[in-house]
């Protein structure tokens, strides 16, 4: 084994006084009214005498608990609960030929941004972990103002047109009679609206797989979803789909793991995107596009306006053109993430919508929903809204919060104040100014779904059949548990009917997961095509196995090898990985030779769910004081469920035996090298699954 030093206290890492704090400014902050009147005494309200009522007259009392109370404003309707961080884009190839927008023409500049991550389903005060689509919001600060590209974790969506978006939501959310589940799909009211509406069901497919339990938001991909266009400086048209693609690569929970991260850290993904990006290990993603002309479009066999539907990368692949980095936490979650407001209507010129469906019913929808939740039209001005790549001006006044003073009598145009001396203000720019493509229609009026989004089922079935047996059984046993949680029998029936549409097989396997007869298909308005598989829709085996950015908990006891702890936490920092200690008590341990070691965590509040691998290091006598240790042996026992590499010191086996942990690949000694720890840690021990779990 390595010969190392043995560990010093571990440097605390961010959140625990690990930032160096500015030491507070000499000259004495005075506290004032929100009006400037510097205050005496801000802990006693006024009273007639030391017993007496309180005082109408007291405006600090008065003002500090009237603004209190209206300190909180509507949560969003949807993706309420969400993080964000600012970092910034830089372009690296650039798009001249299909776009004039500068961010995507001029290579080497780094344009700010601002991003959120969200769920759907939950309020505001829900967790991170439910099973959910997570939202993936960026608004980039470009010289041509704010472009607000609002995505999602998943590259599809339930519906095909905005109508049915209320609905959605309603049938999702807590139930309206009884106000639950909270942030869960598993319920009577999301399945019934479901199985009526086939077109979610590729969709369902994405939100029963792994992909809607992500280990991390900086371990997710990001899509754009709807077809957007780019528009050259000659006004031709190119379609085209985002995309964002995480250099730490895609990671997800076990289903049970997110189960119980939720109850040992309800804040797990805000807390991990927010000590990453403290400690300096800054999220990063390639951003792509994928391009198409309208024949290339025409030619695919389905309809790329339908928002149920995903252009397979070994199609047309993704071109990528630059990074996104996440570097700065907000300073105030209030200010910033909460009063984020995104727009798919904010757009530079060179970019532009197209006329899918869903797209054009949130051209509306964000812009108003704003209102509502920021309380004014100018919401705009709030500084995380406010454009910052360049000057925006325009002739609109007034409204609530006005916090920009106009000269002068320019509040219309055409003027001619100029002629009399006077600023006439802003005009608009033909050439330089956001222009639309002209998509030449001649239509009638109807309320129609177009016929080429009537294949409810292939798209599904591309991505069901495009999955390892491992995802496949994921599914499999989310629609299983899901189902499960269904109270009306008729909705699972309707379900399976759905599913047999999708894949016989994962139809017979949640059949029978939920002890059911499988009923007849449904009817299918277009029969199930069977596209070319695309590898690249799976999660398992896409990218190179890696510790970046994950954190291993390393198990200590009193009188424990503080050379092995060493050899570990060695190993894994030089794998980029991030280590925990955790200890019986805060206070840490005294290791075998005396030399103390500081715990970050004590064992009942660090549960393995909260670490992508574990290291147990005991002493005899320390292993056997948590013998019967709830808290320890769920430790081990959740690690080895979770699929998690598992390394321990010979002391610790007793613990792991009776914990229920049977030796495999990825359950490593260290008793000598730490290479195979190293490895099992990199990953999930895929082969251990059956042996732990029973699956759909
Ligand atoms: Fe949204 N969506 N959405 N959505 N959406 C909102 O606007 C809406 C859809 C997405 O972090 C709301 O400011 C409609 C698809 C994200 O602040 C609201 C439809 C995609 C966020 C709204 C959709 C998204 C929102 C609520 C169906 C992926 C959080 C709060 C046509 C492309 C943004 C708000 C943030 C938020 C409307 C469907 C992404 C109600 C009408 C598809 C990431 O305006």
């Known amino acids: 084994m390595s010969k190392s030093k043995s560990p010093e206290a571990p440097r605390p890492t961010s959140g625990q006084g690990g930032e160096t ?51 909180r404003i509507p949560e969003r309707i949807v993706h309420a609960r969400g993080s ?7 372009l690296t190839d ?53 472009w607000d590209l609002v995505g999602n974790n998943i590259p599809v969506f339930f519906i095909q047109d905005a109508i049915k978006f209320p609905d959605l939501i309603h049938a999702v959310k807590m139930e309206a009679d009884r106000g639950y589940p909270q942030a869960a799909s598993a319920h009577d009211t999301f399945w019934d609206f479901i199985g009526l509406m086939p077109e979610a069901t590729h969709m369902i497919m994405w939100a029963m797989s792994d992909r809607a339990i992500p280990r991390s938001f900086r ?89 149920t539907k995903l252009i397979p990368e070994e199609l047309v692949p993704i071109r ?24 798919p209507t904010n757009m530079p010129p060179g970019v532009d919508v197209s006329e899918d469906p869903l797209l054009q019913g949130r051209l509306f929808s964000y812009q108003d929903t704003q209102l509502s939740r920021l309380g004014t039209v100018n919401f705009h001005q709030i500084p995380v809204n406010k454009a910052k790549g360049c000057p925006f001006q325009n002739l609109q006044r007034d409204g609530q919060m006005q916090t920009q003073v106009f000269k002068g009598r320019a509040n219309y145009e055409p003027n001619s104040l100029n002629e009399a001396g006077e600023d006439g203000g802003p005009r608009e720019d033909p050439n330089g100014g956001f222009r639309t493509f002209a998509l030449p229609m001649e239509q009638t009026k109807v309320r129609l779904r177009s016929k080429s989004f009537a294949d409810h089922y292939s798209h599904a079935r591309l991505f069901f059949r495009s999955q390892t ?4 059984a994921h599914i499999a046993s989310a629609l299983v548990f899901e189902l499960s949680k269904v109270s009306l029998e008729h909705v699972r029936l309707r379900m399976l009917s759905n599913l047999r549409n999708v894949d016989e097989t994962l139809a017979a396997r949640v059949a029978t997961g939920l002890n ?9 308005a277009v029969a199930p095509q069977n596209m070319k598989a695309s590898p690249a829709l799976r999660i398992v085996g896409k990218y190179p196995e890696t510790l970046q950015g994950r954190t291993v908990g390393i198990l200590v006891s009193d009188g424990a090898d503080g050379d092995l702890i060493g050899a570990v936490m060695k190993a894994v920092e030089g794998d980029g990985g991030t280590i925990k200690i955790v200890a019986p008590r805060i206070g840490g341990v005294t290791l075998k030779g005396g030399k103390k070691l500081k715990a970050n965590g004590q064992l009942a509040g660090s549960p393995s769910v909260i670490f992508d691998a574990v290291a147990l290091v005991l002493s005899k006598e320390g292993c056997a004081a948590l013998l019967n240790d709830g808290a320890a042996l769920g ?62």
């Not at 829900?126 to 919001?137: E, H, I, M, Q, Y």
């Not at 047996?469 to 496949?472: K, V």
């Open 21 to 71: 704090h500015q030491t507070a400014s000499a000259a004495e902050q005075r506290i004032t009214t929100n009006h400037g009147v510097p205050l005496s005494d801000n802990q006693n309200s006024l009273k007639a005498g030391e017993r007496g009522p309180t005082l109408l007259e007291d405006f600090a009392l008065r003002e500090k608990i009237q603004h209190f109370d209206h300190e």
């Open 84 to 90: 964000a961080a600012h970092g910034y884009f830089e």
């Open 94 to 146: 650039s798009l001249a030929e299909f776009s004039r927008a500068k961010i995507l023409t001029e290579v080497g500049v780094k344009t700010e941004l601002f991003t959120r991550f969200s769920t759907v389903a939950g309020g505001a005060g829900s967790v991170d972990t439910p099973r959910d689509v997570r939202g993936f919001a960026v608004k980039f600060y470009t010289k041509e103002g704010n």
């Open 219 to 307: 371990m997710m991909e990001g899509f754009g979803v709807n077809t957007f266009r780019l528009l050259n400086d000659k006004d031709e048209a190119t379609f085209v789909k985002f995309h964002w693609r995480p250099k730490l690569g895609t990671q997800s929970t076990c289903w049970d793991e997110a189960i119980k991260i939720a109850g040992a850290d309800p804040d797990y993904h805000r807390r991990d995107l927010h000590e990453a990006i403290a400690a300096g290990q800054f999220p990063e993603w390639e951003f792509g596009v994928q391009l198409l002309s309208q024949n290339e479009a025409d030619a695919l066999p389905f309809d790329i306006l339908d928002a």
């Open 320 to 343: 990528f053109i630059g990074r996104v980095v996440l570097n700065r936490n907000p300073d105030n979650f209030f200010a910033e993430t909460e009063q984020a407001a995104f727009l």
């Open 469 to 472: 047996e491992i995802e496949q």
């Open 516 to 524: 059911l007869e499988l009923p007849t298909a449904s009817v299918a």
């Open 635 to 696: 430790f081990a026992m959740d690690a080895f469920g979770h699929l998690k590499g598992l390394g321990f010191s010979p002391e610790a086996k007793p613990l792991l035996d009776k914990a229920g942990v049977v030796p495999d690949e990825g359950v490593a000694p260290l008793n000598g090298e730490i290479a195979a720890f190293l490895k099992a840690a990199r990953t999930r021990q895929w082969a251990r699954e059956p042996k732990v779990r029973s699956l759909a």
